[in-house]
């Protein structure tokens, strides 16, 4: 089996079951053996994209949450700091409570904008996953081009 033949059996398949990351260097390692030093490289660079994704996107959520929930909530909280420093008879019982239905509505806020931006990103899915496919045919149509263009 040529290598043509081999990477398009294997795109062919993706296309029909896409596979894991490993399971798909697995498979191109046992179908396209001279290649080995090159999937081994590639498969420690996926590795490295994806510790450092990873990192940057945790980063960027906890932005997303102090930008867009935690200073609103903590301007609410200033000002009624304030206006408990300026009562002449300051309840503690009204404080405590207060404080703890601030933090009950701080995490309900946070689980329930979460939830929206994860199935707005969500409804991305499907897009993504045809636009994969339809790369993977292309790159199917190629090889065969290529190989009625050489034999």
């Given at each position: ?17 896409p596979?894991s ?6 498979r ?5 053996p ?50 408990f ?7 503690p ?47 199917i149509d ?10």
């Amino acid at each position: 089996m040529t290598r043509r033949n081999a990477l398009e059996k294997v795109l062919q398949q993706e296309i029909e079951a896409p596979a894991s990351d490993r399971a798909l260097f697995d498979r191109l390692a046992r179908d396209l053996p001279d290649q080995a030093a090159l999937l081994d490289f590639l498969a420690l660079r996926l590795e490295h994209v994806q510790r450092v994704f990873y990192v940057r996107a945790e980063r960027a959520w906890f932005r997303r949450f102090g930008w867009r929930i935690i200073r609103p909530f903590l301007g609410v909280a200033v000002l009624a700091s304030v206006g408990f420093a300026l009562q002449r008879s300051v309840d503690p019982t009204l404080g405590v409570m207060l404080f703890l239905a601030g933090a009950a509505a701080l995490y309900v806020i946070i689980q329930l904008a979460a939830m929206r931006w994860a199935n707005r990103d969500l409804k991305k899915l499907p897009d993504f996953e045809a636009e994969y496919r339809a790369r993977l045919e292309a790159q199917i149509d190629r090889l065969r081009q290529a190989g009625r263009e050489s034999g």
